[in-house]
């Protein structure tokens, strides 16, 4: 995709090949194709070590402080965690498994009493677990939710339809529709929601979630997809051990290491902070107007 954007032909099979003829057309110098080659070898991602932000212009949709879990045993599962959620704000939570990512949505969402801390919400909070199926009840989609919002989330056709005889992705946009009720919560929390998902099943849910946050409802979603998070989130937050390390803008995060970066960033090697396909082939598009320049 990103190729297809920039107006080259063809297509490589990999982010070895992609850098490789970039480097070859000029259009990718060699400290950006060492830094990405350097990143990809790396046996340690990279420690990230932007600052936590603190600015806000407004009340919070929800607001975490100093959070802390611990299981019956005593283990910590997370710890001296702040995180605040702006009202109509994109944020994805990343880490890798067992970072704490679940156990945080839960806490905010009020389904688990913190160890230490708060979590204060400006509104209802609605959590969307990993598996959709734990919010279908009953034997017809129809059954599930008002033929009104069956509508509103494109379900209507499968209004007799068994749950669970209808895909993944729809069955995702069912849960949702559950979820958010019948009134716009303050925030939508989403746990690992396009796994399984085709693109076009991730097209649909962005545009979705997009529309909630456009009407100032909050979304984090906590996700390993990087490829989500740059075309989705404005924020990205990482968790590790069960603490925050590090909470910046997505560009920011997903150019910034090798264990968090998109495809495009890997080729790009982080050149012009580029994280989707569209923003590295318009910043290739500007390099190869500026090659054909006299």
């Known amino acids: 995709r990103l190729f297809e954007r920039a107006g080259l032909r063809p297509p490589p099979s990999g982010v070895k090949e992609a850098r490789a003829t970039l480097q070859s057309h000029g259009l990718l110098d060699r400290s950006e194709a060492e830094n990405a ?10 420690r990230l070590r932007w600052p936590r932000r603190t600015e806000q212009a407004e009340q919070p949709a929800v607001d975490a402080k100093a959070l802390g879990f611990e299981l019956s045993d005593g283990r910590p599962i997370l710890s001296s965690i702040d995180l605040t959620l702006a009202p109509g704000q994109r944020t994805a ?4 498994n067992g970072a704490g990512k679940s156990t945080l949505l839960r806490l905010m969402a009020g389904l688990e009493e913190p160890t230490e801390g708060k979590v204060e919400a400006a509104g209802r909070v609605a959590l969307l677990l990993q598996n959709p199926g734990d919010y279908l009840i009953h034997e017809r989609v129809d059954q599930e939710v008002a033929a009104d919002r069956l509508a509103e989330f494109g379900l209507e056709d499968l209004a007799a339809s068994h749950p669970r005889d209808i895909s993944g992705g729809e069955r995702q946009r069912l849960a949702l529709a559950i979820v958010l009720g019948g009134s716009r919560p303050a925030a939508v929390l989403l746990d690992e929601p396009t796994r399984g998902m085709d693109r076009a099943a991730k097209g649909d849910l962005i545009t979705r979630l997009s529309a909630l946050s456009a009407a100032g409802t909050a979304v984090l979603v906590a996700t390993h ?8 989130a404005q924020r990205v937050v990482l968790l590790s051990g069960g603490r925050v390390v590090a909470d910046a803008p997505t560009a920011e995060v997903l150019s910034g290491g090798w264990h968090f970066a998109t495809e495009t960033a890997r080729v790009l090697g982080g050149a012009g902070a580029a994280c989707t396909p569209e923003q590295g082939g318009d910043l290739l ?7 054909a320049a006299p």
């Open 37 to 46: 080659a350097s990143e990809e070898s790396a046996s340690k991602p990279r």
């Open 93 to 96: 939570l990343m880490g890798r």
């Open 225 to 232: 997809d990087a490829e989500l998070a740059a075309a989705f």
């Open 285 to 291: 598009r500007a390099r190869m107007t500026i090659e």
